[in-house]
């Protein structure tokens, strides 16, 4: 019987883990991030592209999504807008390696939490990770 309760408590602690999406068609630069914040305790969803990122987001409502704005069949511009509307509580990062990306983004109004420039300082995406996880 204790196993079993060690084992649930195993599961919730999972459970109430910190979701977040990678999302980023460059396989190194998602592999990254996701690594990075893998060792910090967070649980990695990743997606290659702004469909897969929707869909995901759509299914899972992470605390955070880290996006590109370059990404085939729908930008993160585009995809942070329609996470908006499917998971209001998800926040987004958009990240660019473009200055006109991340400015456009901003001119968009499509509801990112910050924009960051790549490459991204990892211990700084910490920092928005940490304030979440209070």
């Not at 290659?48 to 880290?66: H, T």
């Not at 993160?76 to 998971?87: K, M, N, Q, T, W």
Request: charged letters at 25%; proline letters at 4%; a negative charge.
């Amino acid at each position: 019987m204790k196993q079993k309760t060690e084992t649930s408590k195993h599961s919730q602690r999972r459970r109430d883990r910190l979701a977040v999406l990678v999302a980023d068609d460059d396989p190194a630069q998602r592999q990254e991030i996701s690594e990075y914040l893998t060792r910090l305790g967070i649980q990695v969803l990743e997606a290659e592209d702004g469909i897969e990122a929707v869909a995901q987001i759509d299914r899972y409502s992470p605390a955070l999504a880290v996006m590109d704005i370059r990404m085939p069949h729908c930008d993160g511009i585009r995809a942070a807008e329609i996470a908006s509307s499917l998971s209001p509580r998800t926040l987004v990062i958009l990240m660019s390696g473009f200055p006109e990306e991340l400015r456009r983004a901003e001119a968009t109004g499509c509801g990112a939490y910050t924009l960051l420039q790549k490459p991204i300082g990892l211990s700084r995406l910490g920092d928005h990770v940490s304030a979440l996880n209070g």
